[in-house]
């Protein structure tokens, strides 16, 4: 369980100080899949790092798992996001040097595993996704949609109680854009995994079971998309 109460956060730009967000409460269920969507400057992306403990709140507490976020130390929330959360990012953030299977497998090797069991999850993780063919391929000769494939089976591979999305699409074209949410909709479970994504896509946000607008860094709306909930399915091939 993930929840916002009364959060805000500001920054200071030079003389400017910006609110990106505007006192936001909500909650995220274990199993859910939430899409968080608005306009460009809206603050859900900081809603998305704030849930992941990326940042802290000015004001307000956000909570993971029980647990206050902005009471941890610096190297306490380091450590939930590198055990607990897994992260995609509209560029994919692989080491372009490292092949797929070892970018997947150094979270793994981060947190202290050996190498040889870190590459047997990484294989593992990388195979739920359907793209173990291109375990040993370096990123620059995989497709876009490859690429966040392996983003996808790297944030997995800690077998993580969230993963955060953050545009996961917004970089690739319709078709893959469209594979890429259908193996979303596959990640969450029930009483284990949530699922939160950040787009400005109205056709990639209802792939969600609940749907969360948020305008001028304040919550606009919070509906169910009346999808039934995803159950875990083959992989895309």
Request: avoid cysteine.
């Given at each position: 369980m993930m929840e916002l109460v009364q959060v805000t956060k500001v920054y200071e730009q030079g003389r400017r100080t910006v609110q990106a967000?505007?006192?936001?409460?909500?909650r995220i269920g274990t199993g859910e899949f939430v899409s968080i969507m608005g306009p460009s400057g809206?603050?859900?992306s900081t809603l998305l790092h704030l849930l992941g403990g990326l940042d802290v709140?000015?004001?307000g507490q956000a909570i993971f798992q029980g647990d206050d976020l902005q009471a941890m130390s610096d190297r306490q929330r380091?450590?939930?996001?590198r055990h607990r959360i897994g992260f995609v990012f509209q560029f994919f953030n692989l080491l372009p040097t490292l092949t797929a299977i070892e970018n997947v497998a150094l979270p793994l090797l981060l947190a202290g595993e050996k190498r040889r069991v870190a590459h047997e999850r990484a294989r593992a993780s990388i195979d739920r996704i359907g793209m173990l063919r291109r375990a040993d391929h370096l990123p620059d000769e995989l497709s876009g949609g490859e690429m966040q494939r392996i983003a996808i089976a790297r944030a997995l591979v800690t077998d993580p109680e969230a993963i955060l999305c953050d545009e996961p699409t917004g970089n690739l074209d319709s078709a893959n854009?469209?594979?890429?949410l259908e193996l979303l909709r596959t990640l969450p479970e029930p009483g284990k995994r949530s699922v939160v994504m950040v787009t400005h896509d109205p056709n990639s946000a209802h792939y969600a079971d609940r749907l969360i607008t948020i305008r001028d860094g304040l919550l606009d709306s919070d509906i169910s998309t009346n999808r039934v909930p995803a159950k875990a399915t083959a992989a895309i091939a």
């Open positions: 967000v505007r006192g936001v409460s909500l809206s603050g859900k709140p000015t004001t380091t450590m939930i996001r854009s469209k594979a890429i």
